[in-house]
């Protein structure tokens, strides 16, 4: 077996990035390269001719049966015969083996010698020999045994052909192994002056390239065997001097470098060339002075070549590689002028570190598991791949054991949320019990709340929350409550929606909940074709009549709208004049989120239609602005209706009639599974004849949007009119559009003089809500307005606020109690 000098190793700095790769060490590129281990393909082994299949030639399958065996008695000339592997990209072989055929005992074929042809390209081919020019290979003496031969000189080769040697008498049948690694120089032959000879102190020592593959040209400098520092020794035994080196003598190259052409198998990147030097300077031998390396990727050498002067070392004689960066220089063929840096110059290798980028590009790619990277710089490579696969595998597990943790922990802080709310809220009950008493003996609201309405899409609807951020302490109600003036009160203005960071707002575990937002998908699914577009230049502006979230609402004159409709609109016609119509306009510099929601909200709209929901008429979207054209509803919205008129004007039976005609629109809303969110008496429009029409599809739109759901943040919502479960748990179902109606109807019998809960904070209330999820009796409820018969009150409104949203009434029943209490 074939000898490496024991140079001192190099410490390689293996950059990641960088595919910079040592020259092939032969004690390691010893890998089987695939016969027996299956990854060299059936289809690449051939052979001239056969009486036994060739894809058999693998080693010992178990049985001893299936070789190759050539057939010899048909072709005679034992030479012509070869058994042939393509494996598909130049490899370093460094190790053959061979066994023969004995199909457990009924067969005793095997090859006693055998010689190796070889070919990089598959069209020029040259039979191996070893170092003193033998080409027969001893082989096997038994059918059984692996007989393993070093290659010695290794050989670089695509294709390798095994030519038993043998006489006609013999049969003979082989199996093969191929061993070696990858060639990653990709040097398919270089080009150099032939090797001199010196006599030093009368001894010759020849330094020619012995072995040399001629035709096809690669040889000592390839061979992955380094010369010794002293040149006149070889570590092969009993090889002539300065066997290890090829050298040349200043004398006979008058420009003062030798030249060598070094060819690829395809354009590379090249990143640098190592050249092993021997640097006896004592005998007149040096390294070189200076490299000057020309590039041809097509036929032509590019004019600026790059050069490399090694710093001299008249110190140290010992033999190393001097690396020559080549600049990343792209090429296929690389011409290099070693210029003379003394009497000789000795070299005994040669390698080539390219970029793998175009390694990649090789002209045989093979997904090979052979494809394996000789010496230890691959096994350190390997190694901090691991590494780096280990730290991603660690941040991975780390990531996911925090998302375990998170989930464990909302998991707890909803447990926790119990005794959280107890603890914080049964002291601040206490005294809001005591104060309460005082309080809702008081009209009027002094929620001196600094909250306003804020379109729930805009940035700040969302944000990081904890558990209720603020519970403060229970404040010092210092000033409170308006006057309500004996015969006509003033509205509350408070805003209605609150700005609040809200417990965890989480998926329900309710799976009913979900059905009914897959029902409202449905419902808002596609486009209405019944929704046409209106002739804007039919509509024509009377007066604003208010401004929402999108934009201002009109009262307008639409000319041929009955026409246009092609119905009778129960309408007290009057074909003379135009109808009356409200158009909603999206606001001109509405963001397309707000676009998007208004859209929206047309189409949950379009597809409603009941005696006590709002009717869209038509639309103008096809140009900008947007408009959505409703029916005209004379008295403007219930609740301004409601506290702007003299308490006198409505009788209780005229209260419970509106609220009856909020209940069966809504009825019929729950005839759709839909969830309108937002029910009060401000998204309900008051027509003629105290006919009530509920409207504003704001919130049922964001239930489309999906982000109502889950809302893990500061969110604008109608806090009074909102469920403990929809606050908490941000479940919203038709139970708690049935809460809201509770509220509702208590605003009706209270006609909206004061907000509900007007003495507490927006706070408190959340703070209350978490007495409902506890249900220890400290939850207030709102009162009973003085209209309200008992009956009503205990029956209907408190059943509506009932902590078990399955134990309140449907709005069929509640409809069917108004009716009833009506009479
Ligand atoms: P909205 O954008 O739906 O919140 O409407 C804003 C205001 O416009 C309401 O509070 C009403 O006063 C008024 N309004 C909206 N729609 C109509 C309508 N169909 N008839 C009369 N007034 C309306």
Known sequence: VMKVPRTPRHVFLILLASSVRAQVNPEMCRYPLGMAGGQIQDEDISASSQWSDSTAARFDNGDGDGAWCPDIMSEPGALKEYLQVDLRSLHFITLVGTQGRHADGMGNEFAQRYRIKYSRDGSN????????????????????????????????????????????????????????????????????????????????????????DGAIGLGQLT????????????????????????????????????????????VRNFTSMKVHCNNMFSRGVSMFRQASCFFRSGSEWEADPVTFRPTSDRASQIARFVTVPLGDRTASAIKCRFHFADLWMLFSEVAFQSGSAV??????????????????????????????????????????????????????????????????????????????????????????????????????????????????????????????????????????????????????????????????????????????????????????????QFGEVHLCEAEGMLDFLEEDLSVERNDELPLLVAVKTLREDANKNARNDFLKEIRIMSRLRDPNIVRLLAVCVDTDPLCMITEYMENGDLNQFLCSFCPLLFSYSKLIGMAAQIASGMRYLS?????????????????????????????????????????????????????????????????????AFGVTLWEILTLCEEQPYSQLSDEQVIENTGEFFRDQGKQVYLPRPHRCPERVYNDLMLSCWRRNAKQRPSFQEIHAQLVESMA
């Open 125 to 212: 081919w040259v039979g191996w020999h070893d170092r003193r020019g033998g080409q027969v290979i001893e082989g096997n003496s038994n059918a059984y045994d692996v007989v393993l031969k070093d290659l010695e000189p290794p050989i670089i080769a695509r294709f390798v052909r095994f030519m038993p040697v043998t006489d006609h008498s013999m049969i003979v049948c082989m199996r093969v192994e191929l061993y070696g690694c990858e060639w990653l120089d990709g040097l398919m032959s270089y080009n150099i002056p032939d090797g001199h000879q010196m006599i030093h102190r009368g001894l010759d020592v020849y330094f020619n390239d012995s072995v040399y």
């Open 223 to 266: 061979d992955g065997t380094w010369g010794l520092d002293d040149f006149l020794h070889s570590h092969i035994y009993s090889m002539w001097p300065g066997y290890d080196y090829v050298g040349w003598n200043n004398k006979s190259f008058p420009k003062g470098y030798v030249e060598m052409i070094f060819e690829f198998d395809h």
């Open 359 to 548: 390694y990649n590009t090789s002209l045989t790619p093979r997904d090979d598991p052979t494809h394996k990277v000789d010496d230890s710089n691959t096994r350190i490579l390997i190694g901090c791949l691991v590494a780096i696969i280990a730290i991603l595998m660690t941040i991975i597990v780390i990531i996911l054991w925090r998302q375990v943790w998170q989930k464990m922990l909302e998991k707890a802080s909803r447990r926790m949320l119990d005794d959280e709310l107890t603890a914080r809220l049964a002291v601040q009950t206490q005294a809001f019990a005591s104060h309460h008493s005082s309080l809702s003996s008081d009209a009027g609201s002094t929620s001196n709340s600094t909250y306003e309405r804020i379109f729930p899409l805009c940035a700040d609807y969302q944000e990081p929350s904890r558990l209720i951020r603020k519970l403060p302490e229970f404040t010092q109600f210092t000033e409170h409550l308006g006057r309500i003036k004996a015969q006509c009160h003033q509205c509350y203005g408070a805003p209605h929606y609150a700005e609040a960071d809200i417990i965890s707002l989480q998926e329900t575990s309710d799976s009913n909940t979900y059905s009914i937002a897959a029902v409202h998908m449905n419902l808002f699914a596609g486009t209405d074709s019944s929704m046409r577009e209106f002739p804007r230049d039919k509509l024509t502006f009377k007066e604003k009549l208010g401004e929402g």
């Open 671 to 739: 005839f759709l599974n839909f969830v309108h969110r937002d029910l009060a008496t401000r998204n309900c429009l008051v027509g003629k004849n105290y006919t009530i029409k509920i409207a504003d599809f704001g919130m049922s739109r964001n239930l489309y949007r999906g982000d109502y759901y889950r809302i893990q943040g500061r969110a604008v919502l109608p806090i009074r009119w909102m469920s403990w479960e929809s606050i908490l748990l941000g479940k919203f179902t038709m139970a708690s559009d049935v809460w």
